[in-house]
């Protein structure tokens, strides 16, 4: 199941939680994660790898990014 | 796909970390008060004091690096194209957090990078402060995991994310237009120290280079203090650690090479050793700086790279400085200061107020 979250214009570390713990829940296979900023764009990606989870793809648009992350 | 930043990998964070223990080592040889080579708590309330918010007269200052910081964001975040000017996400809440957390603080007498450089220049007492900082932050982690949240913010217009740097350059021209005149507490609008840690600083010019670099640096590796400590508590995660570990390594060693480690808690520079207040100061200042998102070196940054959210807290920590000197609330090397104990509880009441209030709303 793919699931959305959107933590555009939240700050840290507000948008890694929302991303962990939709990994926690466990009813997803893929995910999909909008933030607004580098740093959010760079931290979830980086707590999704440390839970095994790989970064398929990241699209950058025009009010921030597009991230998508799949249970390996 | 964008350039992979390199300053955001492992080792870039440590070299930050490195870069910046060196630095404020070396700042305080040439010129910075001891174990004070950056201190954002500390060079806040000198700036206060310089512009006459408060009257403490060995606390006034323009301090060049604090400029340099939001500068050097600014052009690195121009230069990577991550000027995201941005606002709106609960500014007087972030206000009284910065007023707290500076008052927090200056009970103590640094923020948590000058209670690292104190910690690598020997002095116990930093120890009480890491302790209490810890403290302050995990009880923030309990608040972000029960849905604590300032909410969102809002995209804005560029000027918006200006206004704190242009403020900064406002201060620079000052200290250009009314230089330090030897003997003389006065120039023009601003005031100076002729005594105390308001009158070391190292040359201009310097002070302002290293402030510019370290800003640069910390835009790109998104260098924090209170998130290194925040992000192993909540994710186990060490990525911002090792940058504040790198910190203090490098300074300490720095410190031995120059002849600035002198171990012990008594008669340690610009530092008192009342454990408890030292403690709780840091556990206040610790969970202001949790509740808002960030160290107060890292609100700097964020304020370069467009944050108005964050320029707000700074704004909050000067005013609540100016608030601390005039009410006796900051400490001095003699101990805490009449009102201190009081205003560490009152801070720590409304702290934890924001915290059980400030929660997730249904269309947050």
Not at chain 2, 52 to 57: C, I, P
Request: proline content about 3%; charged content about 15%.
């Amino acid at each position: 199941m793919r699931t959305k979250i959107d933590a555009r214009g939240l700050s840290c570390p507000q948008p890694v939680l929302m991303t962990l713990n939709e990994i926690k829940a466990g009813r997803a296979s893929e995910i999909e994660i909008l933030v607004d900023t580098d740093t959010s764009q760079e931290n979830v990606s980086r707590a999704a790898t440390t839970q095994g989870w790989k970064v398929a793809d990241v699209i950058e648009e025009s009010d921030g990014y597009q991230i998508t992350i799949r249970i390996k | 796909m964008r350039l992979r930043n390199v300053f955001a990998t492992r080792w870039g964070i440590i070299f930050v970390g490195l870069f910046i223990g060196v630095c404020a080592a070396l700042l305080q040889k040439w010129g910075n008060p001891g174990n004070m080579g950056i201190c954002v708590a500390c060079f806040g309330r000198d700036i206060a004091g310089a512009l006459g918010l408060h009257r403490a007269g060995v606390v006034q200052y323009i301090r060049p690096e604090i400029i340099g910081f939001v500068m050097g964001s600014l052009i690195a975040a121009y230069l990577f194209k991550e000027y995201r000017p941005r606002l709106g996400s609960a500014p007087i809440v972030r206000f009284v957090l910065g007023a707290f957390a500076m008052i927090g603080a200056l009970v103590f007498l640094g923020c948590p990078w000058r209670a690292a450089l104190r910690l690598a220049g020997g002095d116990g007492n930093a120890i009480l402060g890491l302790v209490g900082l810890i403290l302050g932050i995990w009880i923030g982690t309990l608040f972000l995991r029960k849905g604590y949240t300032l909410g969102r913010t809002q995209t804005t217009n560029a000027a918006a994310g200006w206004m704190l740097p242009l403020i900064m350059l406002g201060f620079l021209a000052l200290l250009i237009a009314f230089p330090q005149i030897e003997g003389q507490s006065r120039s023009g609008v601003l005031y100076y120290s002729l005594k105390g840690p308001g009158s070391m600083h190292a040359p201009l010019l310097i002070s302002l280079g290293a402030g510019l670099a370290v800003g640069f640096l910390a835009q790109r590796s998104r260098f924090c203090t209170m998130g290194a400590i925040r992000d192993f508590i909540l994710f186990r995660q060490n990525h911002l650690l090792l940058g504040f570990i790198a910190l203090v390594a490098a300074a300490f060693i720095t410190n031995l090479i120059v002849g600035q480690f002198h171990p012990g808690f008594k008669n340690q520079p610009v530092a008192h050793t009342m454990h408890i207040w030292n403690f709780a100061g840091m556990v206040l200042a610790g969970l202001a700086f949790a509740l808002a998102g960030g160290c107060p070196g890292r609100q700097l940054f964020l304020s370069g790279e467009g944050d108005g959210d964050a320029a707000v807290f700074v704004m909050g920590m000067i005013v609540g400085a100016g608030l601390a000197h005039n009410f006796g609330l900051a400490s001095s090397p003699k101990g805490i200061g009449s009102y201190g104990i009081e205003a560490v509880i009152i801070g720590l009441t409304v702290c934890l107020l924001i915290g059980f209030t400030m929660r997730k709303r249904s269309n947050a």
